[in-house]
């Protein structure tokens, strides 16, 4: 019996040397192939010079539509990169469309803004209603789209979209003057209904009122039942452009009433959707509407851009890789470690002051590995297969990667759990993170505790 101990004891000994000797290997091996195989990018500062980004061309060059995301809504550093990355992508490879994860209402004006100088950037950049853009840096992206815009002819102007569905203040108006329009008996119910979904719009996302939500589904699923069965003598009244236009903007009340009911009616999903559902089907309806073989940016959180449903959600890309197989790339934004901007959430929900937050870093975690090439910013490619098995296996495996949420949580960005291969394509790195800079709008709205 003793003998049999010891051996066991023996066995189990050399199991856990070579479980030691294997874990050391694979650091090792994957450390020297994030090396061998990441970009060095020279700077983040947009620029005319992409001497350094042309290797990207031959991964990118048959792309239809790239999601840019990030870790973080707040890291000044993303900004930056992304700028120049879009710069990159409008100037060498043919992208004219940009998507945001905004208000698909709000965002016209900055559409209008950029294409025709409508209006002044800031008021526009403040109007889409979603203080994590509403930046300095952001800012200059918007200028230098602007600038572009005025010196290139019109099938290379970059038009931009939002493909979230809150902030639907303008989509309202402009339902209420078509029907002033069209069929002005009903404006009455209609406006009746618009004031209850403008006055919970303005409480979203903490503050919903469930009982007022339930209350606007069956007048507003009247209104879409008005619409359909009244297409053609609407049509004929306007054009069938304008009546798309403002069917869809009805339809994105639908998207947003739908997304924030807890209890949505039984017999309308086989699940409930969620934000993320919608913000995709949207992305659908902006690209159907455009000219074919249009190139698409998308500038998300990286969960939305991810191509994975393990969750049950789809994804805008999730269903852009439905849609588009490989011509969809899945670009996901990290850092290390540092500092990021975020937003109180006060305990009666209002949504408080910014503040910054904090990225601690974790060892033998994706963002470990990608600082431990010692390249201040890079690109990785994960569609360029390994020769090396551990590697392959390495990347299909389970590991962590940062997540910093808009919410402030006090120092404590959260590590999920995420298969590489499985999300994304590739990855943009900075390796340390510094908060962006609000604009002056940004901080008089959250000193009012105003927005999200």
């Excluded at 004219?96 to 950037?121: M, W």
């Amino acid at each position: 019996m003793k003998r049999n101990t010891k051996r066991i004891i023996f066995l189990q000994i050399a199991l856990l040397l070579v479980t030691d000797l294997y874990a050391q290997d694979t650091v090792q091996i994957v450390s020297a192939w994030f090396k061998q195989n990441s970009l060095p990018i020279k700077s983040i500062e947009p620029e005319n010079d992409f001497s350094d980004l042309q290797p990207w061309k031959k991964t990118l060059n048959d792309i239809r539509v790239i999601g840019v995301g990030e870790s973080t809504h707040g890291t000044f550093e993303f900004f930056k990169i992304k700028h120049r990355f879009i710069e990159f992508l409008v100037t060498q490879l043919n992208f004219t469309a940009f998507v945001l994860e905004s208000s698909y209402a709000a965002c016209q004006p900055i559409n209008d803004y950029i294409l025709y100088g409508k209006g002044d950037r800031a008021t526009v950049l403040t109007g889409q209603g979603y203080t994590p853009w509403d930046n300095e840096e952001f800012s200059g992206m918007i200028d230098w789209m602007r600038a572009y815009n005025k010196n290139v002819p019109g099938e290379k102007k970059i038009r931009f979209y939002g493909m979230d569905f809150c902030y639907n203040e303008l989509g309202r108006e402009r339902v209420l003057k078509y029907l002033g329009k069209c069929a002005p008996e009903k404006i009455a119910s209609v406006d009746s209904l618009f004031l209850v979904l403008s006055s919970e719009e303005a409480k979203w996302p903490s503050r919903l009122d469930q009982s007022k939500l339930q209350e606007s589904y069956i007048p507003l699923q009247k209104l879409i039942s008005y619409f359909n069965a009244n297409k053609n003598r609407l049509i004929t009244a306007s054009n069938a452009d304008e009546w798309d236009s403002v069917d869809h903007h009805i339809q994105v009340m639908e998207y947003w009433l739908l997304a924030n009911l807890e209890d949505p009616p039984p017999s309308l999903h086989s699940k409930k959707l969620s934000r993320t559902d919608y913000m995709g089907q949207n992305m659908r309806y902006i690209i159907d509407k455009e000219k074919p073989n249009t190139k698409f940016i998308i500038w998300a959180y990286n969960d939305h851009i991810a191509i994975d449903s393990s969750d049950g959600e789809e994804s805008p890309g999730y269903q852009m890789r439905e849609k588009f197989g490989d011509k969809y790339y899945a670009l996901a934004l990290a850092c290390y470690k540092g500092t990021f901007q975020t937003r109180i959430l006060l305990p009666d929900k209002y949504w408080g002051a910014l503040k910054i937050d904090t990225i601690p870093p974790f060892e033998k975690s994706i963002n470990w590995y990608l600082s431990g090439t010692n390249k201040k910013q890079l690109f990785i490619d994960f569609r360029s297969s390994s020769s090396d098995p551990l590697v392959e296996k390495w990347l299909e495996a389970s590991q962590k990667f940062s997540y910093g949420y808009w919410v402030f949580r006090g120092a404590s960005a959260t590590y999920g759990d995420i298969i590489m291969k499985g999300h994304y394509d590739g990855i943009l790195f900075i390796d340390q993170s510094t908060p962006v800079h609000p604009t002056r709008n940004a901080l008089a709205r959250s000193s009012k505790n105003i927005g999200f």
